[in-house]
Every structure is written in structure tokens, then in C-alpha cells.
């Protein structure tokens, strides 16, 4: 079982991931940012539509449903919020799997910025495809749920292989490392920050990112560390992580 990821920049900040299943040729786009682009880059590969895969019902993310399928004729497949903005047709939810042709993703409840956000994950390739929960060094933020609700939905992510590829949906890496240094003295991430300002000068891509990187570095992931320094020294991890959120929504860096 081989994925082939085919990344592009489109809209403002957003990635756009089309994968294919090299046993068979079954592709796949996950999140539909902006149709045209997606369109253009699946006559640029030669690839034809299979299935989009979609992690939440937020515009930049569910948006081309429509005019993709309707030139592609594929199958759509999301978690049943997406359908506030167009019709799904399979809807799955935490638990579920979806095949691409060999290749199986696991459907991994993900809510917290919005209530039924999810995330797909190819165990066998070890690549994670996870919308608006996990940035580099960042996380989504809170738009419908609760800090607990995306603390869990955060560990459930952080329990993935070490190694996992993950594919964040935004390339916002600069500014959160700029927060991260507002909350994080450690070598690792100022290490990593250095990195991250000099690839950004580059014009480089900061995703993806790995699960092992986001754990030794993300201040989200790290919040119970860091709990001293956001005023929440002795809380409950979860309310560690609401401190770090609600921290990073009024930083301005
Ligand atoms: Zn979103
Ligand atoms: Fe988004």
C-alpha cells in the first residue's frame, strides 16, 4: 500500500491534498478549498476524481463540494455537519473507515473547532490528514466546541506513530511559532522556530509536519508543561489547554 500526496498552496493560506493510491490509481482530495485550483491541478497529474474526503462543513474546507463532484461525478464523503453547506454521500463519524481503492483511512473524531470535525488517518503509510485540529506548532481555533472536546480530540491525535506525516490544512507556521516563543523558553522550540522563520524566507512549505516534532514542540500538545506560564499552574490538563488557546487568541504577535 503505497499514497502518493500531491500538495498545493491555494486560497490565501490553504493547502490543498490530492492522494492517490498507487495499487490502483483511486484518487482522492481531501477538503475542498477552491475548486477551480483542484480542478486544474487533477488535469495537470492526469489523475481522475475518485472521492473527496472531507474533515469539516467550514467553507474553505467543504466549499468546492459541488462543482467538483458535479464535473468529476465523484463519491463525497465527511462527517454529516458538512451537509449545512451540501449534500454528503456517505456520512461517517469517529471509528468508521474509508477505503481508496487498497488504502484504508481511519475516520478519528476530531471535534473542538467545530463539533463534528474529523480526521482521516492511512496507518499503513503512516500520513494523517488533519484539517483544522493540529497546525505546526498550533491548533484550530474554537469555534463550536469545548477546550475539553479538542484536549481529547488533541491526544487521540498525539497517541498516532511518532513518525506519522501530518498534513495541516493552513500554512500558519510562522505566526504560531511566534507564539510558541511567548509561552516556551525550551531549546526545542526556539530550535524549531529559528527553522521555521528560515524556510518561511525561503518561500518553503512548514507542512507537513510529523506527530513526534508537534509533540516535543507544539505548546498546545505541551500545555500541561507549560501550565505555569499561562496562569493555570496546578489545573487539569484540559484547562491547562483552554489557558494556552485562549492565551494564543489574544496574543498579538
Ligand atoms: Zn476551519
Ligand atoms: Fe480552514
Known amino acids: 500500500m503505497t499514497l502518493t500526496v500531491h500538495q498545493f498552496p491555494c486560497l490565501s493560506d490553504n493547502y490543498g491534498f490530492l492522494v492517490r493510491d498507487e495499487a490502483t490509481g483511486k484518487t482522492a482530495c481531501i477538503d475542498t478549498p ?21 474533515t469539516h ?3 474553505d474546507h467543504a466549499g468546492g463540494n459541488l462543482d467538483i463532484k458535479a464535473i468529476t461525478g465523484c ?26 481503492g487498497e488504502t484504508t483511512f481511519q475516520v478519528i473524531e476530531s471535534g473542538g473547532h ?17 484539517g483544522d485540529t493540529l497546525f505546526a506548532l498550533g491548533c484550530g481555533r474554537l469555534f463550536e466546541g469545548t477546550p475539553e ?3 481529547d480530540s488533541l491526544q487521540r491525535l498525539a497517541a498516532l506513530p511518532d513518525e506519522t506525516r501530518v498534513y495541516c490544512a493552513h500554512e500558519y ?18 530550535a524549531r522556530a529559528a527553522d521555521i522563520f528560515a ?15 508537534e509533540k516535543a514542540t507544539n505548546p498546545f500538545l505541551r500545555a500541561p508543561a507549560l501550565a ?3 496562569g493555570a499552574a496546578g489545573e487539569p490538563d484540559a484547562r491547562a489547554f483552554a489557558a494556552v488557546r485562549s492565551a494564543k487568541d489574544s496574543f498579538q504577535g
Do not use: C, Y
Not at 481522475?48 to 474526503?53: A, H
Not at 463519491?75 to 471509528?95: M, Q, S
Open 173 to 190: 507556521t510562522a505566526s504560531n511559532a511566534r507564539f510558541a516563543l511567548s509561552v516556551d523558553d525550551g531549546d526545542a522550540v526556539k
Open 75 to 100: 463519491t463525497i464523503v465527511g462527517p454529516a455537519e458538512v451537509t449545512r453547506i451540501a449534500p454528503l454521500d456517505r456520512e461517517v463519524a469517529g471509528g468508521d473507515t474509508v477505503q481508496l
Open 228 to 230: 505555569g506560564r499561562v
Open 114 to 130: 467545530t463539533m463534528g470535525h474529523i480526521a482521516f488517518f492511512d496507518a499503513a503509510d503512516r500520513i494523517a490528514f488533519v
Open 149 to 151: 472536546q479538542m484536549w
Open 199 to 213: 524556510a518561511r524566507e525561503r518561500g518553503e512549505w512548514t507542512v507537513p509536519t510529523t506527530i513526534g516534532l
Open 34 to 54: 477552491d475548486a477551480a485550483a483542484i480542478l486544474r491541478e487533477l488535469e495537470d497529474l492526469g489523475w481522475d476524481l475518485d472521492l473527496i474526503l472531507n
Open 57 to 59: 462543513w467550514h467553507p
